[in-house]
């Protein structure tokens, strides 16, 4: 995967693009439970139809990427814009890293918030997972440090009182 990031980030091509994302994909779906459900429903070719319609915007974010110096959270990344759904043609679009990652925890945390019935404790569980899985990948990605200690607070709150967390200005 090294040896495709280089290749990314010297010379990208729909092709390489695709090629290093389906690998990616295939990974995480492969490692990690929460992927596991949704599984991969696109192909390669698909995927690479999908980096040459979008190439203008991919090489857009790719000159950020470049111009700070390949930082990871400037890097162009295919996102889902509906998390509950898998990776499919119409459910993607290209954001940078930081920004698909921070969408993420801002939409865990907005849950937590507005779960408030009897009925969402059977669901905490399952929130409290994503946020501990979530906020690991916060800590690994280097967010800023408000948000870590949000997501802290958050789920230190939730463990303490087994019921919804209400956010103090809600």
């Known amino acids: ?16 693009v695709a090629a290093a994302t389906l690998s990616s994909i295939s990974n995480r779906v492969r490692e990690n439970a929460l992927y596991k ?14 980096y040459t319609q979008n ?18 959270k400037f890097r162009p990344t295919l996102d889902r814009v ?15 890293f930081g920004e698909n990652v921070s969408k993420d925890m801002s ?7 507005s779960s408030q019935s009897k009925t969402e404790k059977n669901n905490r569980r399952e929130l409290m997972k994503k946020i501990s ?12 440090a408000k948000r870590r200690k949000e997501i802290a ?9 087994r019921i919804a967390y209400k956010h103090p200005s809600a």
């Open 55 to 72: 190439w203008a915007r991919f090489m857009e974010l790719h000159s950020i990427w470049k111009r700070n110096r390949f930082i990871r």
């Open 153 to 161: 607070t958050v789920a230190s709150h939730a463990r303490k009182s």
């Open 1 to 16: 995967m090294a040896q495709d990031t280089f290749k990314i980030q010297s010379n990208p091509t729909p092709a390489r």
């Open 107 to 113: 939409k865990i945390i907005t849950d937590w918030h």
């Open 37 to 50: 459900k949704r599984g991969v429903n696109i192909t390669l070719e698909q995927l690479e139809k999908f």
């Open 133 to 144: 899985v979530l906020g690991g990948i916060a800590r690994a990605k280097k967010l800023s």
């Open 82 to 96: 509906d998390n509950e759904r898998g990776y499919e043609v119409d459910n993607l679009q290209i954001l940078p």
